[in-house]
Nanobody, 123 residues
């Protein structure tokens, strides 16, 4: 079984910064893409940022230039550095990862989600 444990959420004033962390644990052979998604009250879950195992990144337009995603493959951890936070960034942030749990002739990755961490930005 694989677990994704997020940390680092909290309450911050507009213009402030937070860093989220997500550590993967369990039976893991390889992790492909990792990412962060968020869901605000009454809205659908949306992509924030993703990063491949090779370090290629993708960001939602709303966070480009403010958020940075990076990972430590040795620690099986992905981070989200959030700067210049805005009230509209308020949401529950979820970690996501594509994990291969064992060696296979044909690689098969299973998608996992964390439990989420709350980020609240006050104006």
């Amino acid at each position: 079984q694989v677990q994704l444990l997020e940390s680092g959420g909290g309450l911050v004033q507009a213009g402030g910064s937070l860093r989220l962390s997500c550590a993967a644990s369990g039976t893991i052979f390889s992790i492909a893409a990792m990412g962060w998604y968020r869901q605000a009250p009454g809205k659908q879950r949306e992509l924030v940022a993703t990063i491949t195992s090779g370090g290629s990144t993708n960001y939602a337009d709303s966070v480009k230039g403010r958020f940075t995603i990076f990972r430590d493959n040795a620690k099986k951890t992905v981070y989200l550095q959030m700067n210049s936070l805005k009230p509209e960034d308020t949401a529950v942030y979820y970690c996501n990862a594509d994990v291969m749990t064992r060696i296979q002739l044909t690689p098969k990755f299973v998608n996992y989600w964390g439990q989420g961490t709350q980020v609240a930005v006050s104006s």
